[in-house]
């Protein structure tokens, strides 16, 4: 029986490790040696304490050894160092051993590495903090835009008032600016409540951080050096032009505000694909193909309670006036809002380095209108689409474009037509492309009219004007999609390729 309870214990995942009373480690397992970094030869005779990292308090170690000194078992958590500096929590359970006198002659510990449970569940609670967060910043935001259009448009009125002394239009103007810049502070928290209307087109990440190089190295001065370290191979990803910027900007401050001194301030691009591992370490992580985006500076680092705080909106560790605390709050939103992910590293005195995956952009297969080797098969091949376009140049080239996808293409200049085209139409129609402000009959209207003869469809409204700025009545439906004027061939049919996959 020992020789099998030996085996078993030199076996066990779990670390076994045993101490004589004054607590000298006398054996360990294997499991102990891959737990702490350290081989059993270096740890024989040594107390447990060299893996501490300085977490517990005097009282928490009293209120242990008061317990196993009088006969009873112990069971909690440690957060140890192993041999290579970082830190690791321990679930551990510590029984005191009797000899057959009964007194006390050693104590058995079996601990068990809990750091991964430890950080998914940090990160499960992180995840519904900002959620909820971010639900009550949006209906603070969309309350107080509703409040300043009320604000800014009356003070614009009074500043066009020329019958207003000088004296009140100078605190008018005061009431507007402040107005404008309340504005500007609920932009970012729309962004980070993932509220905010935008506008993505298929982007190289490396060409936007060589545009937005010589503001960056304005920003960062003279005694911080820049450099730049970009994948020539960066995959694409499809976001808004000026979040992307925006992320950017916000990273670039706070990496210059941490260097006060001076230091180095990196971007670096590099394709990254996420796999099983780094999924079961990421709550919320999707397997596939990312670009990540790193900014990494020199700097002071943050404290580990800074850092469970740092994407919060309002949260900041800079001076009044200095910083408004939504900075890296509208920076989560913007990933978060456009399926990417986010994570940082940081010590005190070690600097911070932020990590960005966005999804990789795959671009659809267009194929090739009478590709004679008969092996490519235009995307859209069998589907029908009504097209309605007031201008005859746009309506052609759309045509062509929808008829070198695949499409059989029924077009009409103006909302009658189109109606009876679809009247006659025998086939089920799968998409409707139509521009909003179309002859005779609002896109929106008409487009409920062919919705109710043609559930089944989808609509694609177009317009020169922004989705904001067109005001479109009520809500639309989830049948019911925009793109904004201009737009070139592969946006075009990316964007339908979109909308038809939802309609599986």
Same mark, same amino acid.
């Given at each position: 029986?020992?020789?099998?309870?030996?085996?078993?214990?030199?076996?066990?995942?779990?670390?076994?490790?045993?101490?004589?009373?004054?607590?000298?480690?006398?054996?360990?397992?294997?499991?102990?040696?891959?737990?702490?970094?350290?081989?059993?030869?270096?740890?024989?005779?040594?107390?447990?304490?060299?893996?501490?990292?300085?977490?517990?308090?005097?009282?928490?170690?009293?209120?242990?050894?008061?317990?196993?000194?009088?006969?009873?078992?112990? *069971?909690?958590?440690?957060?140890?160092?192993? #041999?290579?500096?970082?830190?690791?929590?321990?679930?551990?359970?510590?029984?005191?051993?009797?000899?057959?006198?009964?007194?006390?002659?050693?104590?058995?510990?079996?601990a068990t590495d809990i750091s991964n449970e430890k950080n998914i569940e940090e990160q499960f609670f992180q995840?519904?903090?900002?959620?909820?967060?971010?639900?009550?910043?949006?209906?603070?935001?969309?309350?107080?835009?509703?409040?300043?259009?009320?604000?800014?448009?009356?003070?614009?009125?009074?500043?066009?008032?020329?019958?207003?002394?000088?004296?009140?239009?100078?605190?008018? *103007?005061?009431?507007?600016?402040?107005?404008?810049?309340?504005?500007?502070?609920?932009?970012?928290?729309?962004?980070?409540?993932? #509220?905010?209307?935008?506008?993505?087109?298929?982007?190289?990440?490396?060409?936007?951080?060589?545009?937005?190089?010589?503001?960056?190295?304005?920003?960062?001065?003279?005694?911080?050096?820049?450099?730049?370290?970009?994948?020539?191979?960066?995959?694409?990803?499809?976001?808004d032009y000026a979040q992307l910027e925006q992320v950017i900007m916000n990273l670039v401050v706070n990496a210059?505000?941490?260097?006060?001194?001076?230091?180095?301030?990196?971007?670096?691009?590099?394709?990254?694909?996420?796999?099983?591992?780094?999924?079961?370490?990421?709550?919320?992580?999707?397997?596939?193909?990312?670009?990540?985006?790193?900014?990494?500076?020199?700097?002071?680092?943050?404290?580990?309670?800074?850092?469970?705080?740092?994407?919060?909106?309002?949260?900041?560790?800079?001076?009044?006036?200095?910083?408004?605390?939504?900075?890296?709050?509208?920076?989560?939103?913007?990933?978060?809002?456009?399926?990417?992910?986010?994570?940082?590293?940081?010590?005190?005195?070690?600097?911070?380095?932020?990590?960005?995956?966005?999804?990789?952009?795959?671009?659809?297969?267009?194929?090739?209108?009478?590709?004679?080797?008969?092996?490519?098969?235009?995307?859209?091949?069998?589907?029908?689409?009504?097209?309605?376009?007031?201008?005859?140049?746009?309506?052609?080239?759309?045509? #062509?474009?929808?008829?070198?996808?695949?499409? *059989?293409?029924?077009?009409?200049?103006?909302?009658?037509?189109?109606?009876?085209?679809?009247?006659?139409?025998?086939?089920?129609?799968?998409?409707?492309?139509?521009?909003?402000?179309?002859?005779?009959?609002?896109?929106?209207?008409?487009?409920?009219?062919?919705?109710?003869?043609?559930?089944?469809?989808?609509?694609?409204?177009?317009?020169?004007?922004?989705? #904001?700025?067109?005001?479109?009545?009520?809500?639309?439906?989830?049948?019911?999609?925009?793109?904004?004027?201009?737009?070139?061939?592969?946006?075009?049919?990316?964007?339908?390729?979109?909308?038809?996959?939802?309609?599986?």
């Open positions: 029986m020992p020789r099998l309870l030996q085996s078993a214990i030199l076996t066990a995942r779990e670390a076994v490790f045993l101490t004589d009373r004054q607590g000298l480690i006398c054996f360990a397992n294997p499991a102990f040696e891959k737990l702490s970094g350290y081989t059993v030869a270096e740890v024989l005779g040594k107390n447990p304490r060299l893996l501490g990292s300085g977490s517990q308090t005097k009282a928490f170690y009293r209120e242990l050894w008061d317990r196993l000194a009088n006969g009873k078992s112990w *069971q909690g958590e440690f957060i140890n160092r192993n #041999k290579n500096g970082c830190l690791y929590t321990q679930d551990t359970s510590i029984s005191p051993v009797f000899d057959p006198a009964g007194g006390i002659s050693h104590f058995l510990a079996i995840g519904l903090k900002m959620d909820s967060l971010g639900r009550l910043a949006g209906g603070i935001a969309h309350d107080f835009n509703n409040l300043l259009t009320i604000i800014n448009g009356y003070a614009e009125m009074l500043l066009a008032d020329s019958s207003s002394s000088g004296r009140v239009r100078e605190n008018v *103007q005061c009431i507007y600016n402040a107005g404008e810049k309340a504005a500007r502070l609920i932009s970012h928290i729309l962004a980070f409540s993932r #509220k905010q209307i935008i506008y993505p087109r298929v982007l190289n990440v490396n060409g936007v951080v060589r545009e937005l190089q010589q503001m960056i190295r304005g920003i960062l001065g003279e005694n911080i050096a820049l450099q730049i370290d970009l994948a020539a191979d960066a995959a694409p990803i499809r976001i210059r505000d941490a260097m006060p001194s001076g230091g180095r301030l990196m971007l670096a691009s590099v394709n990254f694909r996420m796999d099983d591992d780094f999924v079961g370490h990421h709550l919320g992580a999707k397997k596939g193909a990312y670009l990540r985006l790193e900014i990494s500076d020199s700097g002071r680092g943050m404290a580990l309670e800074v850092q469970q705080h740092i994407f919060e909106p309002f949260f900041t560790t800079k001076r009044l006036g200095e910083g408004s605390g939504l900075g890296l709050a509208s920076v989560y939103g913007i990933v978060k809002q456009n399926r990417g992910y986010i994570t940082f590293d940081s010590e005190p005195g070690q600097g911070t380095r932020f990590s960005i995956y966005f999804p990789k952009h795959e671009y659809l297969d267009l194929g090739e209108a009478g590709d004679k080797s008969g092996e490519k098969k235009p995307p859209f091949a069998g589907r029908t689409v009504l097209l309605i376009e007031a201008d005859d140049t746009v309506r052609k080239l759309t045509e #062509k474009v929808m008829l070198a996808a695949g499409f *059989q293409v029924m077009e009409s200049v103006n909302w009658p037509l189109a109606l009876r085209l679809v009247k006659e139409n025998r086939h089920p129609l799968d998409l409707l492309v139509a521009d909003v402000l179309a002859p005779e009959m609002p896109g929106w209207a008409a487009a409920e009219k062919i919705l109710a003869a043609h559930p089944e469809a989808r609509v694609l409204l177009t317009s020169g004007y922004s989705e #904001k700025r067109l005001l479109l009545p009520g809500k639309p439906g989830q049948n019911i999609h925009f793109i904004c004027k201009p737009y070139n061939r592969q946006e075009l049919l990316e964007k339908i390729g979109e909308i038809l996959d939802k309609k599986g």
